[in-house]
T-cell receptor, first 109, second 110 residues
Framework: GQQLNQSPQSMFIQEGEDVSMNCTSS?????WLWYKQDPGEGPVLLIA?????ELTSNGRLTAQFGITRKDSFLNISASIPSDVGIYFC?????????FGQGTELSVKP | NAGVTQTPKFRILKIGQSMTLQCTQD?????MYWYRQDPGMGLKLIYY???????DKGEVPNGYNVSRSTTEDFPLRLELAAPSQTSVYFC?????????FGQGTRLTVV
């Protein structure tokens, strides 16, 4: 089946640092999504991307839809302790949502 | 609106038992999904539905069944529970491209 390769798998950073993570696929997708999962909760949508090359921000989060439509990037600026959680890239393939493996973020105060 | 509601939150099953995980949404969304999440892993799609009366297999459908008789409800059935089905199960519904997830059902098969 389709596979999204997300990296890194985990990150340990200091509060205030910037964070980057990315997602690649061998397939082309028309929509890329970024979700965050807090411990014990279901994932929640952070950013949705609909056009190749699109750059979209949501507060301190910025995501980009790769020009080839096979990748996407998420940046978090000036991290804070509540950024802790697992971040998933998700591709929408005709109504099927396909998840990457996740990037687990830990932030040291 | 309650959003997506899953019951139960926790369950322990013995090998070979059967159970139904309930999922209901009050947002009138056509798309609904069942995922499982194993420790340290992403979410794997079990089954999904694009509307009442229509269901389709995802990546890992073996050992599960679903039905979608109404827009609101999308139950997931395990007929013969196996230890490999120990996982956290998430139900979701979607409008446009935003999916809303339930809080999960933590299932242990012993």
């Amino acid at each position: 089946g389709q596979q999204l390769n997300q990296s890194p798998q985990s990150m340990f950073i200091q509060e205030g640092e910037d964070v980057s993570m990315n997602c690649t696929s061998s397939s082309i997708f028309n929509t890329w999504l970024w979700y965050k999962q807090d411990p014990g909760e279901g994932p929640v949508l952070l950013i949705a991307l609909y056009k190749a090359g699109e750059l979209t921000s949501n507060g301190r989060l910025t995501a980009q839809f790769g020009i080839t439509r096979k990748d996407s990037f998420l940046n978090i600026s000036a991290s804070i302790p509540s950024d802790v959680g697992i971040y998933f890239c998700v591709a929408n393939q005709g109504g099927k949502l396909i998840f990457g493996q996740g990037t687990e973020l830990s932030v040291k105060p | 609106n309650a959003g997506v509601t899953q019951t139960p939150k926790f369950r322990i099953l013995k090998i070979g038992q059967s159970m139904t995980l309930q999922c209901t949404q009050d947002m009138n969304h056509n798309y609904m999904y069942w995922y499982r999440q194993d420790p340290g892993m992403g979410l794997k799609l079990i089954y999904y539905s694009v509307g009442a009366g229509i269901t389709d297999k995802g990546e890992v459908p073996n050992g599960y069944n679903v039905s979608r008789s109404t827009t609101e409800d999308f139950p997931l059935r395990l007929e013969l529970a196996a230890p490999s089905q120990t996982s956290v199960y998430f139900c979701a519904s979607m409008v446009s491209t935003e999916a809303f997830f339930g809080q999960g059902t933590r299932l242990t098969v012993v």
